[in-house]
């Protein structure tokens, strides 16, 4: 069994920057590929960014590229998202998962945390 634990999150205003974390138990995170979700009020959860297991892939939702870095500590069984120039409509509750990628940018979803509470004030 695989939990994944967010934190980080918390109330910034626009322009400021976040950093969630993502730490994962179990011995399958290293050879799992790792993503982002995001859900905000009255939404569809959505793929943020996604990081293949050796990190030699990433993808990112092209309302957050070029400001939002997905990154992987294998040793520390510990992912990550850097979240900057954030901006209203960032605001959503963030989860990280876990999967299976046989063919990227294809992921089995199969592991899912909690997730942490993210808003952006104008």
């Known amino acids: 069994q695989v939990q994944l634990v967010e934190s980080g999150g918390g109330l910034v205003q626009a322009g400021d920057s976040l950093r969630l974390s993502c730490a994962a138990s179990?011995?399958?995170?290293?050879?799992?590929?790792m993503g982002w979700f995001r859900q905000a009020p009255g939404k569809g959860r959505e793929l943020v960014a996604a990081i293949s297991r050796s990190a030699t892939y990433t993808r990112y939702a092209d309302s957050v590229k070029g400001r939002f870095t997905i990154s992987r500590d294998n040793a520390k069984n510990t992912g990550y998202l850097q979240m900057n120039s954030l901006k209203p409509e960032d605001t959503a509750v963030y989860s990280c998962?876990?999967?299976?990628?046989?063919?990227?940018?294809?992921?089995?979803?199969?592991?899912w945390g909690q997730g942490t509470q993210v808003t952006v004030s104008s």
């Open positions: 179990g011995r399958t995170f290293t050879s799992s590929t």
């Open positions: 998962s876990t999967g299976l990628s046989g063919n990227w940018p294809l992921v089995s979803w199969a592991y």
